[in-house]
């Protein structure tokens, strides 16, 4: 069985930051790209940040220059700094592992997602 386990959420004022950190465990075999997506209500969940095994990044436009996403694999640890929040980057946010179990199978595992508030 695999966990993906986020924390960091939470309230805070525009141009504020927050930090997103997102731990993988269980029946892991190999991680390959990991990643963060958030929904707002009433949208579709969408593409944050991705990181590779071999840490090349991407990001959605409208996160470009404010967040940065790193990751550990000894530790098997993603993380999500976001700085200059605005209030559209309110959501909940999903961490997202693309990834081989001890048994060899390939799938696509969420974690259960971290509300991020952005408001005065």
């Known amino acids: 069985q695999v966990q993906l386990v986020e924390s960091g959420g939470g309230l805070v004022q525009p141009g504020g930051s927050l930090r997103l950190s997102c731990a993988a465990s269980?029946?892991?075999?190999?991680?390959?790209?990991m990643g963060w997506y958030r929904q707002a209500p009433g949208k579709q969940r969408e593409l944050v940040a991705s990181?590779?095994?071999?840490?090349?990044?991407n990001y959605a436009d409208s996160v470009k220059g404010r967040f940065t996403i790193s990751r550990n694999n000894a530790e098997r640890t993603v993380s999500l700094q976001m700085n200059s929040l605005k209030p559209e980057d309110t959501a909940v946010y999903y961490c997202?592992?693309?990834?081989?179990?001890?048994?060899?199978?390939?799938?696509?595992?969420w974690g259960q997602g971290t509300q991020v508030t952005v408001s005065s």
């Open positions: 990181i590779t095994h071999s840490s090349t990044t």
């Open positions: 997202n592992a693309d990834l081989t179990t001890t048994v060899l199978r390939r799938n696509d595992y």
């Open positions: 269980g029946s892991i075999f190999s991680i390959y790209a």
